[in-house]
């Protein structure tokens, strides 16, 4: 089998090559930290999360960093609603970054550069599109020569002259600075210095770097010339990331990267996340039970399962009856690979198990495929039922009819992928949560009924068993006792 990408550059689907054998450098464009983590940072960042661990599985070293853009009008503008700093709102939402996006199992990336540590390489970057024409000087700004990047536009499919034509007539309104410009579309490298805003010292004055300038420089710092991949958002596609080339290419005359991946983007209900909306929701919101539509805690893993769902680079549309049904399947999952603790009477272990090759193929031939994640989630459905279903045959029969061994592989199996897609359970049987009771739950509410029927509390013995059907758990009279099983 052979791994294959969509790269956004080429427009089609291409055996992935790295620049160097065995080895990825791989980057993402990270937040501006004004403000706590949204549903779209959440795709994003579970999204290259996997296509890491996806690609360590498939045994290549990877070494993946994601910039944190430290220095931006949103955080200066936040700073002073909040009589604070630059410099202590982008340390609070850095460290709130970390709350979040750790709780849905985000593997930490190996560096986080910040501009703010980069102003020096920034400003050799500056330098040397100067020195080659591409970028000149205006009134203490710096702006970069759209003109002289002949292939500008590149990236995302525009045309220079359309673009020109669709903003003449509009730029004086908007871009205060287009009297500076020598042409309508030159993008701001270095901006100068305002009253009361943070500046650093450079050859063209106090200021400080355009945000699309930070990301070349950070990239060029830490991996070099050439990156195998680098990911963002759809949104970024233009002006971020065709101007990250431009600047780049501009000064190196090399590829900035062999592959440019972008997730699509988020929508709720249909329509764009937003503040003035109404529907703008946080990371924070959902696993806290804050939304309005689910107050309720929401386990990460149905978040991150709801996100691998759907293939990254398609629209992602969160509904309250698409969480509801990733919180339903994790539960599903959660119990397969929860087998194991509630079967250690058989003498499961983690280590030294084989794993179910034929399962692995289906897996692997899905994920080869541009990191289509939702095809392999299927396998992994496929064995959390069969062991959900063994499961339930143990708790209530105390055997199973099936081989020790065939049960330990297809468990050890399940438990191995879903660790490559970050889904990881825990076993918390104590916690009643969103994804329903636990089966010491469902254990005591049986013991209770049993006694209250014992006592001929019959109205008591009614409620409980219509309280766990209403959980949809059914419950069994025999001879022998009470059993019950999920659905």
């Known amino acids: 089998m052979t791994l294959t990408v969509y790269n956004t550059l080429t427009r089609r689907q291409e055996p992935f090559e790295t620049v160097e054998p065995g080895k990825v450098k791989m980057y993402c464009c990270g ?16 999204v290259w999360d996997v296509v890491r661990r996806y690609l360590q599985w498939r045994g290549y070293q990877v070494r993946y960093i994601q910039n944190f853009t430290d220095i931006d009008d949103k955080i200066l503008n936040r700073a002073r609603e909040q009589g604070s700093t630059m410099e202590a709102v982008s340390n609070r939402f850095i460290d709130a970054y970390f709350e979040d996006i750790r709780r849905l199992n985000v593997m930490d990336a190996d560096y986080y550069p910040r501009a703010t540590e980069h102003i020096e390489e920034i400003e050799a970057l500056i330098k040397n599109l100067e020195d080659k024409d591409l970028a000149y000087a205006a009134g203490g700004d710096v702006y970069y020569r759209v003109e002289k990047f002949h292939t500008y536009g590149k990236l995302s499919g525009r045309n220079l002259e359309q673009m020109q034509a669709g903003a003449s007539g509009r730029v004086d309104v908007e871009d205060p600075e287009s009297q500076k410009k020598q042409y309508p579309l030159d ?16 050859p063209w004055g106090k200021g400080r770097p355009g945000w699309h300038i930070e990301c070349s420089a950070m990239i060029r710092t830490q991996f070099g010339e050439t990156i195998d991949i680098h990911g963002g958002g759809g949104d970024l596609i233009f002006p971020h990331h065709e101007n990250e080339i431009a600047q780049s290419e501009g000064a190196i005359n090399k590829p900035l990267a062999k592959y440019w991946m972008h997730n699509g983007m988020v929508v709720v209900d249909g329509q764009k996340m937003s503040k003035s909306l109404g529907n703008f929701i946080t990371i924070r919101e959902l696993l806290d039970g804050k939304w309005s539509k689910y107050p309720q805690p929401i386990d990460p893993m149905a978040i991150r399962l709801f996100v691998l769902q759907a293939h990254y680079r398609k629209p992602l549309d969160f509904t309250e009856e698409a969480i509801v049904g990733a919180v339903n399947s994790w539960k599903t999952l959660q119990e397969g690979l929860l087998f194991g603790e509630f079967a250690k009477k058989l003498g499961f272990t983690e280590d030294g198990n084989q794993l179910d090759q034929s399962l692995i193929q289906r897996f692997e031939e899905s994920g080869d495929d541009d990191f289509n994640f939702s095809g392999s989630l299927a396998v992994l459905f496929e064995l959390a039922k069969d062991l959900r279903r063994e499961g339930n045959i143990l708790i209530h029969e105390g055997k199973t009819n099936t081989p020790t061994a065939e049960l330990q592989k297809a468990w050890y199996t399940l438990v191995t992928l879903a660790r490559i897609l970050g889904l990881e359970a825990k076993l918390e049987q104590t916690e009643t949560n969103a994804t329903g009771l636990s089966d010491t739950d469902i254990n005591e ?10 006592s001929k509390n019959f109205p008591e013995s009614d409620r409980i068993r219509n309280e766990l059907q209403a959980q949809g758990i059914t419950l069994i009279d025999t001879k022998e006792g009470t059993t019950w099983h999920r659905g």
Request: hydrophobic fraction near 40%; include cysteine; proline fraction near 5%.
């Open 31 to 46: 937040v501006t930290v004004y403000d706590h983590c949204h549903l779209g940072h959440a795709r994003s960042y579970i």
């Open 187 to 202: 993008f701001a490298l270095w901006k100068s210095a305002k009253p009361g805003e943070p500046s650093w010292d450079s």
């Open 445 to 454: 509410l049986i013991k209770q009924r049993a006694q209250a029927r014992a």
